[in-house]
């Protein structure tokens, strides 16, 4: 495998990246800017609640969305999902103010009622536009995508900053984070409105999108409950001290998670628009530039991580290095794409029966293992399972539709790159 660094990446990687960057950047900028830390961690915890309410059925549906655009007339599925998502928004909303006045005076002490009230208009407003991303994506407008990325990267920064600074405080960084929020729904609503749909709406139809759409969404959830679940394990036996330790390593490289998740939505895109065999092959080539593009990076960083940890944090944290290094042996499971075909195809259901076999296989996995190698244990736990997960939807592939791993998985940059992860861990674990 030859190491070089790719450029060829699509916008919508770079939307995601560049979107992931703007957020960053807000946290950096509160900090150098003299933030208290108490506005800095209710601002947070506000995206993190938002970000927890909403992850699994924004996800699910627009997922869904892109894998029905060429069975349907576009326009169709398009309004169809806004709907879903306003519907789903206003009730989401609506529950979120009634856990605030219930719980305002314990989890939501330091979070005053109007401060709570611009984060729904926030929240709102930001779900609603996610479909814009995804309309861009599946018209193949890949020119606009980027020039939309670019804007939405340059307008949240602007808008925090304006807010932060001439508004005042959290409230204001809310204000010009809603702001531009807004403006980018009613660039939704106006691709809404110039949606020509003669296709009348049929109660099967509805069915459909509703059962295909929620399938994904709890694929997508029970993904993610291995996670809390192992933060738990860490907490409950090891300690607070041990759980900082475990929390400030024990994360993918967003980077590799950013690329590799937009890269499986561009994939379902690929099935829908292509035929089966160049769909695999695209699938082939845009696998091996991005195996390319990350393992070069992810060595670097892995060799450099016993120093760059305790250089960011302190000495107390040297063991975090190590677990981040083992996080990085995600990407044997991260380059392999079956869940994409598997969507794209329409076979969603064997993609809710790998996800509940993944959840039950992780929780067992890092309970014993944490018996036998401590917190490291829990961490295989996690990788093993997931990379089951992989293999069971690769199994039910092959089952269903006669479809090869090797037909759209690139073999040779595949095991060359997860080889070179591998002995890269053992030499900066002996260095």
Known sequence: ????????????????????????????????????????GSYEYLLMIGGAVSFSWLGGFLTFYISKTEIKSHAFWYKKTFNFLFIANVIVAVAMVLVYMFFKNSFFANVSTTTFSLFIVYHFANNQSYINEHYLLSTDNQKHLLHYGLL?????LVGAGFGFYYISGLNGLLIGLAFVSIIKMIYSIIIYVQQNDSIQIQKAEVLS????????????????MGDYIDEFLVNFFYGNETYAVYKIGAREFPLL????????T???????????????KIFKDKTAKLIRTIVPILCILILGSKYL????????????????????LLVFS?????????????????LMIASVIECFTHVALSFILMKIFGVKGIIVGFLVSYFIDKILLMFFLYQQKKISPFEYTPVKDYLIGSLMIVV????????
Do not use: W
């Open 1 to 40: 495998m030859k190491i070089q660094i790719q450029t060829n990446i699509n916008p919508f990687q770079i939307f995601q990246v560049l979107r992931f960057a703007a957020f960053l950047l807000i946290s950096i900028l509160l900090a150098k800017a003299g933030a208290s830390t108490g506005l800095i």
């Open 257 to 264: 998670q950013l690329l590799t998740n937009s890269l499986a």
């Open 424 to 431: 890269t861990i053992c030499l900066a674990t002996v260095l």
């Open 152 to 156: 939405n990267f340059f307008l949240i």
């Open 209 to 224: 999108f509703l059962t295909q759409g929620l399938i994904i969404s709890l694929s997508i959830l029970l993904g993610s």
């Open 309 to 328: 940890f305790p250089f960011f944090y302190n000495q107390h944290f040297n063991e975090s290095a190590m677990y981040f290094n083992l996080y990085t």
């Open 334 to 350: 991260r380059f392999l794409f079956p869940q994409s075909i598997i969507i794209g195809l329409g076979m969603n259901k064997f």
């Open 266 to 280: 561009i994939l379902i895109v690929t099935v829908t628009k292509e035929s089966l065999p160049d769909a695999m």
